[in-house]
């Protein structure tokens, strides 16, 4: 098949212009995007107080690892490449 110069071929139909966004098919609003909005929220499931609470303390205490791990190796790094380059501690 030979490509005609709009780049289709055969039966296919000509491509949309990139640049156009899709507009959405109900037309409802601010309103019935808030009643969209809490309609979902509603179905959410939401932590207890304890259950964030310990998650909390899960997540400081990873970033308290990472931030000594890091720590140590900058430390240990530093002291490698000054006895590489000037060969004294």
Known sequence: ???TLSGTTGGEQPKKP?????????????KGFF???NREM???SWPSRA?????????LAVCG???LSLSVMSYVFDIVV?????GTV
């Open 18 to 30: 990139q640049g156009s966004l899709p507009v959405p098919k109900s037309k409802r609003g601010l």
């Open 35 to 37: 009643n969209d909005v």
């Open 65 to 67: 690892l990472v931030v």
């Open 42 to 44: 509603k179905k959410v």
């Open 51 to 59: 259950e964030t609470n310990r998650l909390t303390g899960v997540v």
């Open 82 to 86: 000054t006895l590489i380059t000037k």
């Open 1 to 3: 098949m030979d490509k």
